[in-house]
């Protein structure tokens, strides 16, 4: 393993020698003279397709089309992302890319960037390693001022650094706020753009059985972190509450294991039965897996009918209450809340859009916790990894209706069962009715 990295670190430091050579460029800005009232084209380079960066950085979007309505802003980004950035943030020119393009992809891009639109003043991006592709665009674009995170290129090939990811604690909307500030433009306090149209909304919480089109805003003199939901407060007192449990991250470190969420899934069936909620509301319970975890989905969803049905024979068969908390409850003629599934191919509007529809969200650290901060959904986080990395104060979640908790394991699934119910079902108790 230790020679594989090896290898990957040589060739990755070959290529960002060769295309800095190859596709040398310094911009000419004056750092000291950056001014965002004076641009008149910027181009955001979002070509990983990362959510949670997207999120997190409506805010600066936000300010930079509210206090400079004339700069053309342009997006480069993948497909799955350009509706978000076409219909939800509003740029002006949103671009589709393949996530690695070649150079002549890049050139075809850049053509097209400067062909009907101002010359380009400045590119941002939030790569924190550069590779050629970067070099390529800033080559063909040539602003005049280049926002970025490479610290081997501050002060040469990025004029205007944003933050250096292996030094910087600062959040990511602040580290956007003091580039803001540098260029002299005013910015609101922090809040992120949920990224759904109100026709997205809509159909999701028709699908979910809530009122559609529930109206978004708060009251005027609403706190909105001591507020309700917005949606749940907007919905009348018989629609169901919605229960999100996003189980996995892309890292496998950042899993629950199955057996976690089916105990998981119980617990709060059991509660909300014993508690007789369903009186008062309906309950669903929707699993986040993406397409590409059905297995895990699948997964739990055997597991569940498995424990369920072993519940029914326990309590017909008068054996008493069973691990699993679900003896006794079914004979009541009350059916367990309902256990939902996210559609399959679901966009990012639709996948914001279901986050914004839950009471409630049990996530392991993924961009689920950053959409769920736009919406003001009260969630539980499990974080890996120690509270003062620079990644962890980077990308903490925004405002107070999250609450995150750090396991002392290398693995969320290494995490002890009963521990973990506890710890979300503590939660769940505090935010969900009584």
């Known amino acids: 393993m230790a020679l594989k990295h090896v290898y990957f670190a040589g060739r990755d430091q070959v290529r960002f020698s060769w295309a800095r050579h190859r596709f040398a460029f310094i911009p000419s800005g004056v750092p000291d003279d950056f001014d965002f009232a004076r641009l008149e084209h910027m181009v955001v380079l979002k070509l990983d397709g990362k959510l949670g960066d997207t999120q997190a950085m409506t805010h600066f979007y936000a300010n930079v089309q509210r206090h400079c ?49 101002p010359p380009v003043d400045l590119v941002v991006s ?26 081997r290129l501050q002060g040469k090939e990025i004029n205007l650094f944003l933050f250096d990811p292996d030094s910087d604690r600062r959040h990511i ?33 028709t699908s979910l059985g809530l009122a559609p089109n529930a109206r978004m805003e708060q009251d005027a003199d609403a706190d909105a972190e001591a ?35 089916v ?8 509660y909300w039965l014993e ?18 975890l059905r297995d895990f989905q699948q997964a739990v969803q055997q597991q569940l009918q498995g ?46 859009a279901h986050i914004a529809c839950l009471a409630a969200l049990v996530t392991v650290d993924t961009a689920a916790v950053h959409l769920a901060c736009a919406s003001h959904i009260p969630q539980l986080c499990f974080y890996l990894g120690d509270a ?41 108790q505090q935010v969900l009715p009584q």
């Open 173 to 205: 909307t602040q580290c956007f706020c003091d580039f803001m500030a540098r260029g002299h433009l005013a910015y609101e306090p922090v809040s992120y753009v949920p990224l759904y149209t109100p026709e997205i909304l809509g159909a999701v919480q």
């Open 227 to 261: 507020a309700a939901p917005l949606l749940q407060k907007q919905q009348p007192r018989s629609a169901p509450l919605i229960v999100g449990i996003n189980p996995c991250g892309a890292p496998q470190a950042r899993r629950f294991s199955v057996p976690m969420v």
């Open 275 to 292: 508690h007789h909620l369903q009186a008062q509301h309906q309950l669903k319970i929707l699993l986040m897996c993406p397409d590409s």
């Open 307 to 352: 424990v369920i049905a072993t519940a029914a024979a326990g309590t017909e068969a008068g054996t008493g209450d069973d691990a699993a908390g679900m003896t006794g409850l079914r004979l009541e003629g009350v059916e367990p809340p309902e256990l939902m599934f996210l559609p399959s191919s679901c966009s990012v509007e639709e996948y914001a």
């Open 263 to 270: 105990s998981l899934i119980v617990a709060v069936q059991r």
């Open 388 to 428: 003062n990395s620079f990644e962890d104060k980077r990308w903490a979640p925004v405002g107070a209706r999250a609450q995150v908790v750090r396991p002392q394991t290398e693995r969320l699934d290494q995490m002890e069962q009963k521990t973990f119910v506890a710890m979300s079902m503590q939660f769940l």
């Open 126 to 151: 939030t790569e924190g390693c550069y590779r050629p592709r970067d070099f390529i665009f800033n080559y063909e674009l040539k602003p005049r001022f280049v926002a970025g995170c490479d610290a």
């Open 69 to 117: 309505p004339n700069l053309h802003l342009s997006v480069v980004c993948p497909d799955n992302l350009v509706p978000v950035y076409r219909d939800v943030l509003h740029f002006d020119t949103v671009l589709p890319s393949s996530r690695k393009p070649k150079a002549a992809e890049i050139k075809s891009i850049c053509a097209r960037l400067t062909s009907s639109a």
